[in-house]
């Protein structure tokens, strides 16, 4: 007997351009996403959505409860989603109904997808995330990756990129020590960071006015969270008139809102920054794509990169 079939979006399945895992991958979620039904006992309640590495689906469970399936690609970053949920257990986030690791599948309490919090001011959506903060900062599991063991190889990759990269070497030799210093800081570990905390990942819900999604956790340092909330609704930034001033405005309602130390979440601001855009670059360099040839989505990322380096500095 074939269990309930889903439409795959087909942006969604477009992703097999990303290369050989992504293609077998997506050619095996079909099935995967019916197993999953199946045996869970779910009822499809709507289409389903994606984002960058997962599939949603809005379902119902056996006792008529409205949640979400989400499957997502196989990563890092999502291999300890499941843990940060379950360890929250709906204290600021949606809740985990329940997990399969190995298929990288969650049942979760269902938000309203279509309501997050680019739709409030930016001021009261800083303030909202800032009071996340103490509720999701908790004592890490202890299965977590540690922030410092990333700090320590973001030292060194940094130090290695090319004199001829398009970024100017001073801030890549100042991320490159800050990070070189985090990875020492005891002070680095500890607490249960959500890492991609922005306006996106807040939706609005039922039991709490507003619930977090989609950590991809690790066990950090709390100031760490600030640099999502920097570079996503940028447009904002730049209809203001004044980008490098908005920046600065964001990162101290965010530090005055939280209670955080200016110059530890400024830092990590630079390092995250930087590791943007060695990211990019590294991709670029992966397709086989030189400097002089770089797309003009990826000179503007780095500029905005940059862009926040210096405003957090100024």
Same mark, same amino acid.
């Given at each position: 007997?074939?269990?309930?079939?889903?439409?795959?979006?087909?942006?969604?399945?477009?992703?097999?351009?990303?290369?050989?895992?992504?293609?077998?991958?997506?050619?095996?979620?079909?099935?995967?996403?019916?197993?999953?039904?199946?045996?869970?006992? =779910?009822?499809?309640?709507?289409?389903?959505? !994606?984002?960058?590495?997962? /599939?949603?689906?809005?379902?119902?469970?056996?006792?008529?409860?409205?949640?979400? /399936?989400?499957?997502?690609?196989?990563?890092?970053?999502?291999? !300890?989603?499941?843990?940060?949920?379950?360890?929250?257990?709906?204290?600021?986030?949606?809740?985990?109904?329940?997990?399969?690791? !190995?298929?990288?599948?969650?049942? =979760?309490?269902?938000?309203?997808?279509?309501?997050? =919090?680019?739709?409030?001011?930016?001021?009261?959506?800083?303030?909202?995330?800032?009071?996340?903060?103490? *509720?999701?900062?908790?004592?890490?599991?202890?299965? /977590?990756?540690?922030? #410092?063991?990333?700090?320590?190889?973001?030292?060194?990759?940094?130090?290695?990129?090319?004199?001829?990269?398009?970024?100017?070497?001073?801030?890549?030799?100042?991320?490159?020590?800050? #990070?070189?210093?985090?990875?020492?800081?005891?002070?680095?570990?500890?607490?249960?960071?959500?890492? +991609?905390?922005?306006?996106?990942?807040?939706?609005?819900?039922?039991?709490?006015?507003?619930?977090?999604?989609?950590?991809?956790?690790?066990?950090?340092?709390?100031?760490?969270?600030?640099?999502?909330?920097?570079?996503?609704?940028?447009?904002?930034?730049?209809?203001?008139?004044?980008? *490098?001033?908005?920046?600065?405005?964001?990162?101290?309602?965010?530090?005055?809102?939280?209670?955080?130390?200016?110059?530890?979440? *400024?830092?990590?601001?630079?390092?995250?920054?930087?590791?943007?855009?060695?990211?990019? =670059? +590294?991709? /670029?360099?992966?397709?086989?794509?030189?400097?002089?040839?770089?797309?003009? +989505?990826?000179?503007?990322?780095?500029?905005?990169?940059?862009?926040?380096?210096?405003?957090?500095?100024?």
């Amino acid at each position: 007997m074939t269990g309930p079939r889903v439409e795959i979006p087909p942006n969604f399945a477009a992703f097999a351009d990303r290369g050989e895992d992504w293609a077998t991958w997506l050619d095996r979620l079909p099935r995967l996403v019916r197993d999953v039904l199946s045996e869970w006992r =779910l009822v499809v309640e709507g289409t389903a959505i !994606h984002g960058d590495c997962a /599939l949603v689906i809005p379902v119902a469970t056996t006792e008529g409860e409205p949640a979400v /399936l989400k499957i997502g690609w196989p990563h890092e970053e999502a291999d !300890h989603e499941h843990l940060a949920l379950r360890h929250w257990n709906g204290d600021g986030a949606v809740r985990l109904l329940r997990a399969d690791p !190995h298929r990288y599948a969650l049942l =979760l309490e269902r938000a309203n997808a279509d309501v997050d =919090l680019t739709t409030v001011p930016i001021r009261e959506a800083c303030e909202t995330i800032a009071a996340f903060y103490p *509720r999701l900062h908790q004592q890490a599991p202890p299965q /977590l990756r540690l922030l #410092s063991a990333h700090a320590a190889r973001w030292s060194r990759e940094l130090l290695a990129m090319p004199q001829s990269a398009p970024v100017p070497r001073r801030y890549v030799e100042q991320a490159a020590s800050l #990070s070189r210093s985090f990875a020492t800081d005891a002070a680095t570990d500890g607490r249960l960071i959500h890492t +991609d905390l922005h306006y996106f990942n807040v939706l609005a819900a039922g039991r709490e006015p507003w619930l977090v999604i989609d950590p991809k956790p690790l066990s950090g340092d709390p100031s760490y969270e600030i640099a999502p909330l920097l570079s996503n609704r940028w447009e904002e930034a730049v209809s203001s008139g004044d980008r *490098r001033r908005a920046i600065r405005d964001r990162f101290h309602m965010v530090i005055d809102a939280a209670g955080f130390d200016e110059d530890r979440a *400024r830092d990590w601001v630079v390092v995250r920054m930087l590791v943007n855009v060695k990211w990019s =670059l +590294d991709k /670029l360099a992966e397709l086989g794509i030189g400097y002089d040839a770089m797309p003009a +989505d990826v000179v503007g990322w780095i500029s905005d990169c940059i862009t926040i380096t210096k405003a957090v500095q100024d």
